[in-house]
Nanobody
Framework: QVQLVESGGGLVQAGGSLRLSCAAS????????MGWFRQAPGKERELVAA???????YYADSRKGRRTISRDNAKNTVYLQMNSLKPEDTAVYYC???????????????WGKGTLVTVSS
């Protein structure tokens, strides 16, 4: 069982930056692939970025260059640095954990409750 708690969301102006954090419980954090997803109002949840247990990183193509995912296994935490934010980035951002990046997308990962990011124009 893995429990995930996101933080770092909030209101930011367009062009600004935020760093989201996801703290995970458990002693096996380093063995999990971790991902950040987002769900905008009226839209389906979508993958933003993911990082495997071995450090392989995947970004959704449209977000390359504006997003950096990283993990600190000593702190059981995964981060999402978001720069040059746009109003269309407004969404609830969720952290997820599973054995592989593929299972994050197609399986049944553990989910956090989400943190709201609002970007004003």
């Amino acid at each position: 069982q893995v429990q995930l708690v996101e933080s770092g969301g909030g209101l930011v102006q367009a062009g600004g930056s935020l760093r989201l954090s996801c703290a995970a419980s458990g002693r096996t954090f380093s063995s999990y692939a971790m991902g950040w997803f987002r769900q905008a109002p009226g839209k389906e949840r979508e993958l933003v970025a993911a990082i495997s247990s071995g450090g392989t990183i995947y970004y959704a193509d449209s977000r390359k260059g504006r997003r950096t995912i990283s993990r600190d296994n000593a702190k059981n935490t995964v981060y999402l640095q978001m720069n040059s934010l746009k109003p269309e980035d407004t969404a609830v951002y969720y952290c997820a954990a599973d054995q592989t990046i593929g299972e994050l997308v197609a399986g049944h990962p553990y989910w956090g409750k989400g943190t709201l990011v609002t970007v004003s124009s």
